[in-house]
């Protein structure tokens, strides 16, 4: 079964972005949405191995969405993305279990190998099954 990621930005052109390179530079399957409320039905009715999440987002941000992937326990690990990140708010990313935080803008390379080192450890965590 291929990895999936479910990426989730308030900005359309940015999930636009994110699924051009996920897709044109791995073999993963990604899913988008623009809208933070959707998310939880998301995760209740498809498995994915990361979320890629905006931080500043209205209804739910990134890190009300970190906190409900780290609340159901089904191990998905989270990537934040923010153009508008403090070290406070890095610190509470870290406190509830983030796997990275990259700052906007961010460069190709980075996003393929933060994603790359969190599907390594999925792929690690299944051969333990």
Do not use: C, W
Request: charged content about 30%; proline content about 3%; overall charge negative.
């Amino acid at each position: 079964m291929k990895q999936r990621i479910l990426a989730v930005d308030d900005e359309p052109d940015m999930l636009i972005l994110l699924q051009r390179i996920i897709m044109e530079k791995t073999a993963y399957e990604i899913v988008t949405t623009n809208s933070a409320l959707e998310v939880p039905g998301l995760l209740d009715t498809q498995q994915f191995d990361v979320v890629i999440t905006d931080l500043s987002m209205p209804k739910l941000d990134g890190l009300d969405i970190l906190k409900l992937v780290r609340d159901r326990g089904q191990g998905e690990l989270v990537i934040l993305i923010t153009a508008f990140g403090d070290y406070e708010t890095s610190e509470k990313a870290r406190e509830l279990g983030v796997h990275d935080y990259i700052h906007k803008p961010f460069r190709k390379e980075q996003i393929l190998a933060t994603v790359e080192q969190a599907m390594e450890i999925q792929r690690a965590r299944q051969a333990e099954l």
